[in-house]
């Protein structure tokens, strides 16, 4: 369950949405998009009832090399108010590596006397190649992918709020590690996030060729962090 699992995430706060009530009523709600750059989100409050926030974003990473364009993924999803006694008064939002956050303003128009506590349960979705999967039925694939890449590889991970200057990429004889913590934690955060994770030899060498011969190289960039490996010999360049 994606809701509850990133496969690569190791400490910090789960789920790819998170929606909580601040100390001056208003909402909070930070959303994975990774992939989407900063400014490719597009967001809109419910004109007719203002108690909705509609989002969504798509990811420009297709194109180049690193995946086919027929794999660029779209991302939409709802959060907002589950009362009848609040409205949405504002929304400043704000996009980073990969990661939406929203602050929802809203007001009393009735009821003033007690406390409103209600928020919709929030929902996201995502498409991707005609799939069309429910946050409950996110899976392996959405988190890392592998293509080949005249002659070699490129493999890709989700790790939604961290920026390249925090990735770490280690290479040894037998696996690919990274480390990626997104140190600059925000004002409504509960902490930062830590994604660990490894490519092994067996997976992009052929038998008998060490991975140290291989061209290694990565990059990260909207909350999406790819290795390029290039075996020796091969025509492909490196790209930086």
Known sequence: IHATNNLYQR???KGFMEIKILENDNLYVRADLPGVPDDGVRHRVDSVRQKVVFFSGEETLGGDGDKVDDDVREYSGTAGLGCDCCEITGVDAKMKDGVLRMI????????HDNK?????????RFEATQIKITPFFLHYPLNAYIVCDGG??????????VCSDDILVHPNENEVKFYGENKEVYEHDDSCRIFMGAITRSSVCAPGVPLLSH????????GVLTVRITP???SNTNRE
């Open 215 to 222: 061209d290694i190289a990565w990059d990260a960039e909207f």
């Open 152 to 161: 070699g590889f490129c493999v890709s991970f989700d790790l939604p709020g």
């Open 116 to 124: 409103c506590t209600h928020f919709l349960p929030t929902q996201h």
């Open 104 to 111: 929802v303003s809203r007001v009393k128009i009735k009821d």
């Open 11 to 13: 400490y910090g706060p």
């Open 232 to 234: 020796p010999g091969s």
